[in-house]
């Protein structure tokens, strides 16, 4: 199967460039075809840097929730699940969380991807954000932002389309962690390192690993 897409890729950019060669660029390779290509070949390299584990060629994944075993106590459980339907598809998120402490007043938590899954020692090993491209916070593929939970200490998100991320290929988002911190994420307006950092969103109240699931949660 993966050389037979190989195969298809070398015809797609050998056909591309030979037709360039002898100046067809008015056919064939102009600017829109060029991008549908770029396109088709992204997605074929997706699919080969990632097993896909539907036929649909769609991607999902899901990050079960844990309290940070080093900031105790806390209860916080639930799910962040995720889809993408292809490569070149924006990818969708949806939360399901509960057992945040209300004390205190309501107040809002930063959640991020970071880049680490060791998660044996608490949330610490987690790492710093998930960074694929050297960019500073809040640019983050993984800076989702804050929210709210509401009295009862429940968090819940329908399934909407993300401005960035991707469960395809090298930065994919399977692999990595979810935190979910005890304060407010400063989107980069701190006026300090740690915000361009990490926002300057506290302590880890939680964390999980992100990986492949079959299917979103009913
Ligand atoms: C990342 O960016 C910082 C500052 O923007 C720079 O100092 C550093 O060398 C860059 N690292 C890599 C690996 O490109
Ligand atoms: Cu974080
Ligand atoms: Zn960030």
């Not at 806390?74 to 889809?83: E, H, K, V």
């Not at 610490?124 to 989702?144: C, K, L, R, T």
Request: hydrophobic share 35%.
């Amino acid at each position: 199967m993966h050389s037979q897409v190989v195969l298809v890729l070398l015809i797609f950019v050998g056909a591309c460039s030979a037709s360039r060669r002898l100046g067809h660029n008015y056919h064939g390779c102009c600017s829109s075809n060029m991008r549908n290509m770029e396109e088709k070949v992204n997605d074929l390299w997706g699919q080969l840097l990632f097993p896909v584990n539907h036929k649909s060629g769609a991607l999902y994944a899901v990050c079960n929730v844990r309290p940070n075993p080093t900031f105790p106590p806390s209860s916080i459980s639930g799910s962040i699940s995720f889809r993408q339907l292809s490569p070149s598809k924006h990818l969708e998120m949806m939360m399901d969380i509960q057992g945040f402490t209300c004390s205190g007043g309501p107040h809002l938590h930063g959640i991020h991807v970071h880049t680490y899954a060791d998660l044996k020692d608490g949330c610490e090993g987690a790492g710093p954000h998930f960074n694929p491209f050297n960019v500073s916070h809040p640019h983050h593929p993984g800076d989702f932002g804050n929210f709210h939970h509401d009295a009862t200490g429940h968090l819940v998100k329908p399934l909407r389309r993300l401005l960035k991320g991707t469960l395809f290929g090298p930065e994919s988002f399977i692999g990595r962690s979810i935190v979910i911190h005890e304060g407010e994420d400063d989107l980069g307006s701190g006026g300090n390192p740690g915000s361009l950092l990490h926002g300057n969103s506290g302590r880890r109240l939680a964390c999980c690993v992100i990986g492949i699931s079959a299917t979103l949660p009913s």
